[in-house]
Nanobody
Framework: EVQLVESGGDSVLPGGSLRLSCEAS????????MGWFRQAAGKQREWVSS???????TYAAPVRGRLTISKDNAKNTLYLQMNTLKREDTAMYYC????????????????WGHGTQVTVSS
């Protein structure tokens, strides 16, 4: 059984930084795609970034160059380093996992965490 637990969300000023963590159990890193999604109030869940089983990293255009996805196999943890945060980054951030190839469609992910809130405001 896959279990995902996010942490690290907080309220920060525009231009600030945060690091989100997703502790994963039941995931075989060599077989799974791991993704970060976000959902702002009143909006649909959107893809942010993915890390493939082979180590390829992809990012949505609005976050490219500011956010970095990574993992620590020894700690079974996925990270999202968020720099130069903007007000439009405010959302609940979710970690997701799926076996096989990565996808930007949230409907293709079976396993989700409960989310961690990021608020960017002055």
């Amino acid at each position: 059984e896959v279990q995902l637990v996010e942490s690290g969300g907080d309220s920060v000023l525009p231009g600030g930084s945060l690091r989100l963590s997703c502790e994963a159990s039941g995931v075989t890193w060599s077989l799974y795609c791991m993704g970060w999604f976000r959902q702002a109030a009143g909006k649909q869940r959107e893809w942010v970034s993915s890390l493939s089983s082979g180590g390829s990293r992809t990012y949505a255009a609005p976050v490219r160059g500011r956010l970095t996805i990574s993992k620590d196999n020894a700690k079974n943890t996925l990270y999202l380093q968020m720099n130069t945060l903007k007000r439009e980054d405010t959302a609940m951030y979710y970690c997701a996992a799926r076996p096989g190839y990565c996808s930007g469609d949230p409907n293709r992910y079976n396993d989700w965490g409960h989310g961690t809130q990021v608020t960017v405001s002055s």
